[in-house]
């Protein structure tokens, strides 16, 4: 099947923006490449899908505009297509399942979308919004497996070779496969030499399996739910078998380290389907040593508690946040000599709490949990040390939680 590129279909303009594309000397450093970022986080709804919506939702008859649009998305597709829906003023209707955030349901819903919260999963969404569908005479926009969302995608891809000529790789993360499969029919057309590799959270390996003709073990909580795709596109799975390279699989540790990375780095906020090309880049970087490489990040909404948790956990991963268990003589001034330890290596106290009762230690001792602010893994070293030498046993816990684990 021939796809046009969105270019030719429809510009991207009118809420499509021109996303940053970005140099980055300290991952390119930590990676022995250099790296370019392609920032569709700081796109118009915060990822890219709203390329695919624009041009997708531009080409429907006035007959199909008039009675309206139906998708099922628990995220980033719902909002791109809310958002062009309401700008060209067609009725939309998104189903979501019944778990998806308020958060997300809110924000899809102050686009002027519809709001059908119906069934688990998002398989049970989606055959309910085709039911809507038959019913009421709409037109379904899917989120990745169409020609016309595969080239609205592609515009990525354009815009990227444009901003950084010469990339020899890109890596594109992988869900249903719409936006890899955009970006490798734009290399094609362009005749770039840019070799294509995917990415897939490690819980969600769908299209790797497709490829192979495996039957996937599919499952479990990731934080990269905007690529946690159980069924991938047929006509995405076409593409990509022959034009992408490689697909990767990423696991949870270092997609966490990814989104902190940029984070912390970068200053960018970044979902963990968006920082999966980074993960890809971390855990394979010998494959692409020395090449000028191009990350997609393709989108930053991510949830803030999520995003806390993600910050701290890499703070307490670095050294720079532990949680201590002391135990301390239970005497006036025992305590008192024991944070003085700590205060005079600099150590920063955030947080203490007693443990007195119901535990296997003297009566006479008590233990103390003390969670500390530390520069690095090399201050805290010293500070435990210290305590261990000065005679409070102590020993770091691996989380920061105050709560007792037993």
């Known amino acids: 099947m021939t796809i046009k590129t969105a270019e030719a279909i429809h510009p991207m303009n009118g809420g499509v923006a021109r996303t940053p594309t970005l140099h980055s000397p300290m991952l390119s450093k930590l990676s022995d490449s250099e790296v370019w970022l392609k920032l569709e986080n700081l796109q118009t709804t915060g990822s890219f899908k709203v390329r695919g ?10 007959e199909q505009r008039k009675k309206g649009v ?3 998305s628990a995220g980033n597709h719902a909002q791109g297509v809310a958002y062009h829906a309401e700008k060209l003023g067609i009725p939309a209707t998104i189903v979501m399942p019944k778990s998806t955030p308020f958060t997300k349901v809110a924000r899809t819903e102050a ?3 519809t709001i059908v919260l119906e069934g688990e999963t998002l398989s049970e969404a989606s055959d309910k919004a085709h039911q809507l569908e038959r019913e009421n005479g709409l037109t379904y926009i899917p989120p990745y497996d169409d020609p016309d969302i595969i080239a609205g995608q592609g515009s990525v891809m354009h815009e990227f070779l444009e901003d950084a000529p010469s990339l020899d790789s890109v890596i594109v993360p992988i869900g249903g496969g719409g936006l890899i499969s955009g970006c490798a029919l734009a290399v094609k057309e362009v005749g770039a030499q840019t070799k294509l590799f995917g990415v897939q959270s490690a819980l969600f390996p769908s ?3 497709a490829l192979e003709g495996t039957t996937p073990n599919i499952g479990g909580q990731t934080i990269a739910e905007g690529i946690a795709v159980k069924t991938p596109g047929v006509l995405t799975k076409t593409i990509i078998e022959k034009y992408v390279q490689k697909i990767f699989q990423v696991d949870e540790t270092t997609l966490e380290k990814a989104v902190h990375l940029l984070l912390i780095e970068q200053k960018l906020v970044v979902e963990g389907a968006g920082a999966a090309p980074l ?3 971390i855990k394979h970087k010998e494959a692409f040593k020395g090449q000028k490489v191009g990350l997609v990040i393709s989108g930053g909404n991510i949830d803030a508690r999520i995003l806390s948790a993600v910050l701290m956990r890499g703070l307490a991963r670095e050294g720079r946040l532990a949680r201590l268990r002391m135990e301390v003589p239970d005497a006036p001034g025992s305590l008192a000599r024991a944070t003085e330890i700590i205060g005079k290596r ?4 955030i947080e203490i709490h007693h443990r007195r009762l119901f535990y296997d230690i003297p009566v006479k001792m008590t233990e103390v949990d003390v969670i500390i602010e530390t520069i690095d893994g090399s201050q805290l070293d010293d500070i435990v040390t210290a305590l261990v030498q000065a005679g409070f046993p102590t020993v770091t816990l691996k989380n920061t939680s105050s709560a007792d684990p037993g």
């Open 53 to 62: 919506a624009q041009t997708k939702l531009s080409t429907l008859s006035p």
């Open 70 to 72: 139906i998708a099922a």
């Open 111 to 113: 686009l002027g979308a």
């Open 207 to 209: 299209m790797i399996s």
């Open 279 to 281: 993960a890809a880049l």
């Open 346 to 349: 600099n150590g920063n106290i």
